[in-house]
């Protein structure tokens, strides 16, 4: 084992030349192959993570594994005996399918040591992350440094939590062998207690829903019993608890063995931090030497809020004429406290005579509401049905899709009579009254009436001229 893991590929040592600090590339042994290609070559096909001896903790999950692992000195130099109290350099090549199934980026990628073995503070860092394909399809593989590790002995299982941010992927654990480290340095033989698996149920919890998270904790290979071993958790702000108490005491654990344990939890309904990273802190002591043991590691918790994207009121005329204009308008909101992306609306019917089906609206953020409007101009009378279909991508990354019927009666257009709208245009209508003969004599009467007076009048005024006349004679004599 050991001098498999002596045997390293310069491709992983030159992994380490891209963070700070020159490390130097080992010579291979005599007859042994030439190192492969510098790294900007296609990565190689991964082969599965080495055989570990019985009992230990398995190095591969199945679809995230180990391919490779160099220890250098802090100054970059090969080593091939770590003893108890060196500091060293860790370098991991991991193979990860989940990884390439969720597209995740390499700042995403979270690794921690999981182990009293060795002491690490912080997390890895990441690097040369490539595509590859296998039989199990596509993954992604990677290199993990862990810079300035202090090796305490007692084992050589490098153990290590490996977790991706921002998505709802389960946290991977990870225990390959380090051959150069000592498993004889260190005379105490009390096993740590680390974190061997965890669940919570699905692969994320809904805002205001209760959840269990599961825990398996296993007490590391040893000679010795953990006696009084207890588990306890600490709750990010807006986690409780449910029920009972955030420390569980377990009792003894012997060397190898495991032990189940659980914890009921609720998300609040105003969470809105998308992961809620849980601590789980493991503490006991060693039954014969009394060595103090604790452990402790971070659970994240995928948490998303409900997706509260509803429908309003829609809006259209129950029936038009045929040759008209009909808009239809459909009002939606965001209840929720997430936005939600990239909406788009689509109409879908027949006879609609619609010019524009397709609209993109884009972003919806929470608790606002907004509309989207179809002019339509049916070609045939009768009922028109349509459907307005919403599609938008809600917080958690899933496609939604939402919809609505609408229907319309569309009518023939009315004849007018176009001569009522004019009464110029329209002829007189006979009265009912006097024949045409009455009116005849009552026009004859008029004029010989009229006659009569012009003659009466004129009859006076010569009358009158010929008093006038003789009263000058009168005067004259």
Known sequence: ????????????????????????????????????????????EPTPAPTQDPGTVPATSGEVYVT?????????????????GDRINVVLRVVDHPAATYNVTADEIVARVN???????????????????????????????????????GGNQFAINLSYQNTSMAMQQLAPVLGQCSTEAKQNKTPSLIVRSSSYGTETITAGSPFTLSLTLYA?????????????????????????????YLGAMNAGSTRDVSFNLQAGAGFSGGVANITV????????????????????????????FELGQLQVNDSIYLGDTATVTLNFVNKGKNPV???????????LGADMTQQYIGNVNAGTENSVDFDLVPTTTGTVSGTIVLNYEAEDGSLKTVSKDFSINVMEMPAYDDTAMDPGMVEPTAQPGLPVWGIVLIAVAVVVAVVAVILVVRRKKKKAAALADLEADDEDL
């Open 68 to 84: 490779e692992a160099a220890v250098t000195d802090t100054a970059g130099g090969e080593v091939q005996q770590v003893q108890e």
């Open 341 to 351: 992306a990239n909406l788009e609306a689509s109409l879908t019917g027949e006879n």
């Open 1 to 44: 084992m050991k001098q498999t893991f002596t045997r390293l590929t310069a491709g992983l040592l030159l992994a380490l030349s891209l963070f700070a600090g020159p490390l130097s590339v080992p010579a291979l042994a005599e007859g042994e192959e030439t190192a492969p290609p510098a790294a900007s070559e296609p990565a190689p």
């Open 220 to 248: 590391t290979g040893g000679t010795e019993t953990v006696n009084d071993v207890v588990a306890s958790v600490t709750l990010p702000e807006g986690v409780t608890m449910t029920g009972g108490s955030l420390s569980t």
């Open 115 to 153: 182990s009293t073995i060795f002491t690490y503070t912080g997390t890895a860092e990441v690097s040369q992350l490539t595509e590859g394909e296998d039989a199990q399809g596509a993954y992604y593989t990677y290199v993990l440094l862990f810079r300035d590790v202090i090796f305490n002995g």
């Open 281 to 308: 802190n493991m503490v006991g002591a060693g039954a014969d030497t009394g060595t103090a043991v604790s452990g402790s590691t971070t659970v994240s918790v995928p948490i998303s809020q409900p997706d509260r």
